[in-house]
């Protein structure tokens, strides 16, 4: 069965600085898509990423970046020079694309605080 | 694109009272998911559905709680009798099947927050 572990339950920095939020999965299949979400203190949960399994490229979207890594089975999320409005809970999130099933499966989520 | 739809944005109701929360997903979607949070157990999955069919909806806690999708732009998630262990945001998100990059992309409504007194 298909899991997600974000052993971080709450960071907090002090703005400007660089934050990394972890990410483990498991799954037996071998294609599947990794995601993560943004929950800010509104309470809605908004898409920042998505990357299938046969693409390991790390990726770069202005101050995010995303580090993939097969052999670890990890899908880190760093904020660099991070914000005030960067404060929110960020999940990960697993949908096996093998077997058919299309739900996403959850991490626990870790609260990011980032004080001014 | 309005994006996913949800009704009401908030529930208060007394314990033992039936609720309704309703979904409207994305036009042209063809999945669609009930989630809900708690501090206790996260986001987990409720029930989804494929072309308007229940597919897994082995998450749904009990028989208290059932969804049904008549038709591919409604859903809903009813709950008789209430309790106070009900009170939870609850998500819908939707989906579509094309293959591509389009595909595996999920879209979540802004969530109904129901508190059972």
């Known amino acids: 069965a298909q899991k997600v572990t974000q052993a971080q339950t709450e960071i907090s920095v002090v703005e400007k600085e660089d934050v990394t939020l972890d990410c483990v999965y498991e799954?037996?299949?071998?294609?599947?898509?990794l995601f993560w979400y943004k929950q800010p203190p509104s309470g809605e949960l908004v898409f920042l990423i998505r990357?299938?399994?046969?693409?390991?490229q790390n990726e770069i979207s202005g101050r995010y970046s995303w580090n993939f890594q097969k052999s670890t089975s990890s899908f880190n999320f760093t904020i660099t020079a991070s914000q005030v409005v960067d404060s929110a809970v960020y999940f990960c999130?697993?949908?096996?694309?093998?077997?058919?099933?299309?739900?996403?499966?959850f991490g626990s989520g870790t609260r990011l605080q980032v004080q001014p | 694109d309005a994006g996913v739809i949800q009704s009401p944005r908030h529930e208060v109701t007394e314990m033992g009272q039936e609720v309704t929360l309703r979904c409207k997903p994305i036009?042209?979607?063809?999945?669609l998911f009930w989630y809900r949070q708690t501090m206790m157990r996260g986001l987990e999955l409720l029930i989804y559905?494929?072309?308007?069919?229940?597919?897994?909806d082995s998450g749904m806690p009990e028989d208290r709680f059932s969804a049904k999708m008549p038709n591919a732009s409604f859903s809903t998630l009813k709950i008789q009798p209430s309790e106070p262990r009900d009170s939870a945001v609850y998500f819908c998100?939707?989906?579509?099947?094309?293959?591509?990059?389009?595909?595996?992309?999920?879209?979540f409504g802004s969530g109904t927050r129901l508190t059972v007194v």
């Open positions: 559905f494929n072309n308007n069919v229940p597919i897994d």
């Open positions: 036009s042209g979607h063809d999945y």
């Open positions: 998100a939707s989906s579509l099947k094309a293959g591509g990059q389009r595909s595996y992309g999920y879209t």
């Open positions: 799954t037996r299949d071998t294609t599947y898509y």
């Open positions: 999130a697993l949908s096996e694309a093998g077997t058919g099933r299309r739900a996403l499966t």
């Open positions: 990357r299938n399994s046969f693409d390991e």
